[in-house]
């Protein structure tokens, strides 16, 4: 039998930019407590929750989140321990609040105020059962018998670029993923050496090693070309083999929606053209084009896995680029799905991709979150469970990840603790579980032909 919340108290902490975000604390009448903290993203879709936000520019540049934080405390609160929940009841919670905001964007009271207490309960409750956070969603939530859990494979942010860096290079992330790794542990090992050896490599050729939001470098590149050959050189100096079938694998997230002009429906290369890398006519492609540009890419190199390839609008785009690859690698929608449940829904329907990016606070709760992953995962796609630039300590991405197998996982690079703490928590993960756990390396990838 489970407690019933005593208490709910959200309040400001400061996300990994510095800027506030919200966190919040459920107490339970036995004194058992869960923290939790909300990410917030730079780069976001028109179909994510809202991120409300105060707006007093005397304030945090307007990004307080003060209004969000009285939400719950005087609003959420209230009226959640009026109805005398109990902690574990999960679905009845998130639906209350999402009854109580009334809206499907959460623009009442903001998505990160009812994630932060969404959160937090399903925290408080494992505590209270004396299980890990993953083990818990896996077997009280979900209600999975399955005994064996699969790690996920790291996607590796290792050059920042677009929204999350101050440098040249449209395209958004380059990622390393160690599919030949035999643990999450060794895959740990193996992306740790190859981004200190692209590190080194950067510098002996002059380049600057600054990090981007997400820990990753920030060089002034002239394009996507040039980052992937640095990569490739960098999987070599650090002793392995690249390759989609070797030791370590790309991926690429081009965020193209930030390219995408909605009214001439064209990809605008903005950096490339602002720094004269490129002509205005050279760094402006049709979707057509963007398809071919993509696919060179991939014939190239060693990528496995494109995530936002094109724009969240261009919808006809994404059915061609899906159909040009045929299943040749994992094409995964983020902007144009934002872990929605009903638009993921058609998205599957319409054959648009074949695996979803899933952030917890682009929709609000965590039920809606599992939802999205069930209906992703039954259409035999992928999801990939992910962080966001603005990051905090909050490892809960890291057991969501484990708990509902969906083997990948996006939670930066090698360098700054809001992302390692995630990896950290991946290895002390697979310690505690031991032989019921497994790392499935390339295999992970079962919406593609191997």
């Not at 966190?23 to 929750?49: F, I, L, N, Q, Y």
Request: hydrophobic fraction near 40%; proline fraction near 3%.
């Amino acid at each position: 039998m489970f407690d019933k919340i005593k208490s709910i108290h959200a309040y400001e902490v400061l996300d990994s930019r510095g800027f506030p975000t919200v966190a919040c604390e459920v107490t339970t009448d036995s004194g058992v407590k869960g923290k939790a903290m909300v990410p917030s993203g730079a780069s976001t879709g028109e179909r994510e929750a809202l991120e409300l936000r105060d707006g007093d520019k005397k304030r945090y540049m307007g990004k307080g989140v003060l209004k969000a934080v009285d939400n719950v405390n005087k609003i959420i609160a209230p009226h959640l321990l009026n109805k005398d929940f109990k902690v574990d009841e999960q679905t009845k919670i998130d639906e209350e609040m999402m009854r109580m905001d009334g809206t499907e964007f959460k623009t009442q009271l903001g998505a990160n105020a009812i994630l932060a207490v969404s959160m937090a309960c399903a925290k408080a409750a494992a505590n209270y059962k004396k299980k890990p956070l993953f083990k818990y969603i896996r077997e009280d939530i979900i209600k999975s018998s399955d005994s064996l859990y699969k790690l996920p494979v790291p996607m590796l942010n290792v050059i920042n670029g677009g929204v999350h860096a101050d440098n040249t290079i449209d395209f958004q992330e380059f990622m390393y993923m160690p599919i030949g790794a035999a643990t999450i542990r060794q895959a740990c090992q193996m992306a740790s050496e190859c981004f200190h050896a692209l590190a080194k490599l950067l510098k002996s050729k002059g380049l600057n090693i600054s990090k981007g939001d997400e820990g990753g470098f920030a060089p002034a590149l002239k394009n996507a070309d040039e980052a992937l050959e640095l990569m490739v050189e960098g999987i070599k100096a650090a002793g392995y083999k690249p390759g989609i079938d070797k030791d370590v694998a790309i991926a690429l997230d081009p965020a193209s929606s930030e390219l995408y002009n909605n009214e001439k429906k064209v990809y605008i290369f903005k950096k490339a053209i602002a720094d004269k890398i490129l002509t205005e006519v050279e760094g402006t492609k049709t979707t057509d084009q963007m398809i071919d540009y993509l696919e060179s890419l991939v014939k190239k190199y060693p990528i496995i896995s494109i995530e936002d390839g094109l724009a969240e609008n261009d919808w006809d785009g994404w059915k061609k680029f899906v159909d040009r690859m045929n299943n040749r690698i994992q094409i995964v929608g983020d902007d144009i799905f934002c872990t929605n449940p009903r638009v993921t829904k058609q998205g599957i329907e319409k054959g648009v991709a074949n695996a979803v990016l899933i952030k917890l606070n682009q929709i609000g709760t965590i039920t809606e979150t599992l939802q999205t992953i069930k209906e992703a995962q039954a259409a035999n796609w992928c999801a990939v469970v992910s962080h966001r630039s603005g990051e905090t300590e909050d490892t809960t991405i890291a057991d969501l990840a484990v708990a509902c197998a969906t083997g990948q996982i996006k939670t930066g690079s090698m360098s700054r603790s809001e992302r390692i703490a995630k990896y950290n928590r991946l290895m002390e993960i697979e310690d505690y579980l031991g032989i019921q756990s497994k790392y499935p390396g390339i295999n992970t990838f079962t919406n593609i032909k191997k």
